[in-house]
């Protein structure tokens, strides 16, 4: 059986991210097990799971964009953003129609900056948000910088307040906190019932090779590497951490040893060096197969 790779699972509301590891870690027997992208516990959709050296990609896709579905509830904020909290506040519902709706959502389009959630596992002084938050306490929060690069509504339920929205996002940006602040430019307040993710890097959620928690599948490393798109090179050769000088030109590259069909290392680009017409690549990861 395929130990080394990536499991694209299709997560189901109720479970962390951190569960659907240490459910893969169980089955696999084997600790080395991580994910790209967190998904809340109320969420579902398409969760990446690295396995053993297949965890070493993980990091040449961090920037992978995400494209999710959302459904936000129009008159009430609870303090988590999502259906999980308690209802804080709550606010008539003024006179929307899908015209201004649609406005309003474009108005989100481009690079901003945004607050990360209080209820959030990102760390401050070494603590996660969400410790604070239950604690009561109180700590400063730097702005991130995001990317919205597609937003459209689907359809707008006016009887339930609930807007069913599509979204395309860069890493690091909370769909929690862009239908809080969908709402507040609506003159109301909000909060997530639900939330899908539905691609990652162009990588659909409906897509042959996608498992579920119940009977994952391990796709190989290249296997894997192809699935997002990353350059696969053959070379005999062992750059023991050199750089090379390559004719493709792409932020990572793999290179495999076409004898024993077996990866070797991630190459990154250095966007510093260019040779006769031929690009400068430096190791990145190097992969122990067998």
Same mark, same amino acid.
């Given at each position: 059986m395929e130990k080394n790779g990536l499991i694209f699972i299709d997560k189901q509301v109720g479970m962390t991210s951190r569960d659907v590891d240490f459910q893969i870690m169980k089955i696999f027997g084997t600790k080395k097990v991580g994910?790209?992208?967190?998904?809340?516990?109320?969420?579902?959709? #398409?969760?990446?799971?690295?396995?053993? $050296?297949? %965890?070493?990609? #993980?990091?040449?896709?961090?920037?992978? $964009?995400? %494209?999710?579905?959302?459904?936000?509830?129009?008159?009430?904020?609870?303090n988590t953003g999502d259906l999980t909290g308690e209802v804080v506040e709550e606010k008539d519902v003024p006179e929307i129609d899908d015209r201004l709706i649609n406005v309003t959502l474009k108005t989100f389009l481009g690079k901003s900056t945004q607050t990360p959630p209080m209820y959030s596992a990102i760390k401050v002084n070494g603590r996660p948000l969400y410790s604070y938050a239950r604690n009561n306490e109180t700590v400063d929060v730097a702005d991130r910088e995001i990317e919205i690069r597609q937003i459209a509504l689907l359809k707008y339920y006016k009887e339930e307040k609930k807007i069913h929205f599509f979204v395309t996002v860069s890493k690091g940006t909370y769909i929690r906190t862009l239908g809080e602040d969908i709402a507040e430019k609506l003159g109301t307040v909000g909060y997530l019932k639900n939330l899908r993710r539905l691609t990652v890097n162009n990588i659909a959620i409906n897509n042959s090779f996608t498992s579920t928690l119940e009977n994952p599948t391990i796709i190989p490393i290249i296997e894997s590497a192809k699935i997002f798109g990353m350059p696969v090179l053959p070379s005999e050769e062992s750059y023991h951490g050199q750089s090379i000088l390559l004719n493709t030109l792409s932020n990572f590259v793999l290179i495999y040893n076409p004898t024993t069909n077996l990866p070797t290392a991630i190459y990154h680009y250095d966007k510093k060096i260019r040779k006769n017409n031929l690009y400068m690549y430096k190791v990145q990861r190097g992969f122990i197969c067998e």
């Open positions: 994910h790209l992208g967190t998904l809340d516990p109320f969420a579902s959709g #398409l969760l990446v799971v690295g396995v053993n $050296e297949g %965890t070493k990609l #993980l990091s040449a896709f961090e920037e992978s $964009e995400k %494209t999710y579905e959302a459904e936000l509830i129009l008159g009430k904020k609870t």
